[in-house]
């Protein structure tokens, strides 16, 4: 087995990918071990016991855009053809980028305390404004 480069060790300005073929071919529910993971990536270290606020995903109001897949800087979107089905919350540092590009009214993502119950969090969505006549 040859020897794992340490982050000292990559030539500057390598990319780093975070899973070895295709990314979306994670599902959402897929437990992390078994996830195609990079040699290069650290994912054995979970951020989960130091985030502060989580994205919750509203799948009602999602138009699969893509945006906060595309945008994510953690790879924590997990999308599978062309659908955005779930957040990697091992590696979701609690950013909130993927609100933020979220184009749908409302949101499709939004950020909400860490401990929040999931079915809680989808309970006290905001509903789609209404036009002024």
């Known amino acids: 087995m040859s020897k794992l480069q340490g982050w000292d060790e990559f030539e500057i300005g390598a990319m780093l990918r975070s899973f070895d073929g295709k990314i979306d071919e994670c599902s959402a529910f897929t437990p992390q071990r078994e996830r195609n993971y990079s ?12 985030r502060l606020i989580k994205p919750v995903y509203n799948k009602d109001y999602c138009i699969d855009c893509q945006f906060c897949w595309i945008y994510c800087p953690d790879v924590s979107i997990i ?14 540092k609690g950013c909130g980028v993927c609100v933020e590009v979220c184009p749908t009214n409302p949101k499709s993502l939004l950020m909400f305390p860490e401990q929040m119950n999931e079915d809680e969090a989808i309970a006290s969505w905001p509903t789609k404004d209404e036009e002024e006549e």
């Open 39 to 50: 040699q290069n990536n650290s994912h054995v270290a979970s951020v989960a016991d130091w």
């Open 79 to 92: 999308s599978k053809d062309k659908k955005m089905i779930g957040i990697d919350m091992d590696h979701c």
